[in-house]
């Protein structure tokens, strides 16, 4: 049987140690691979880079579809797994869901992994 994945709030940004600080414990080394395996994907590095280009600040999921030519099914799937990570919040308004991204998480991952990126 395989092994589970201990349960990590990935919802708020990343906030441990940078890795270039030195060795890293089993737990932050689990919250960061966690996120990193959201983006592990390149229909999600795409979502995520048309989130952040949004003129508006957020894009509609229907939008998201067109854009990468995927189901609005595929695409909600995807969003999820990068909303359970912290990147994306979503908000649903009548019929459509609207999306933008968390750019403190998105930003605190940077740090993690590089201390002086995004300065």
Do not use: W
């Not at 940078?18 to 060795?23: D, K, L």
């Not at 960061?32 to 390149?42: C, W």
């Not at 799937?77 to 912290?86: I, T």
């Amino acid at each position: 049987m395989p092994k589970a994945l201990p349960v990590v709030d990935t919802s708020e940004p990343v906030c441990c140690s940078p890795v270039a600080a030195g060795p890293i414990d089993d737990d932050g080394a689990l919250e960061i691979a966690l996120r990193l395996k959201a983006l592990a994907d390149p229909v999600r590095v795409k979502l995520v880079s048309l989130l952040f280009s949004a003129e508006a600040g957020e894009v509609c999921g229907c939008d998201l579809a067109a854009a990468v030519a995927l189901a609005e099914s595929t695409v909600s799937h995807h969003l999820s797994q990068l909303r359970r990570a912290g990147m994306v919040e979503s908000e649903r308004r009548g019929m459509n869901v609207y999306h933008r991204p968390r750019r403190d998480s998105l930003v605190a991952l940077c740090t993690v992994l590089d201390p002086n990126c995004c300065r």
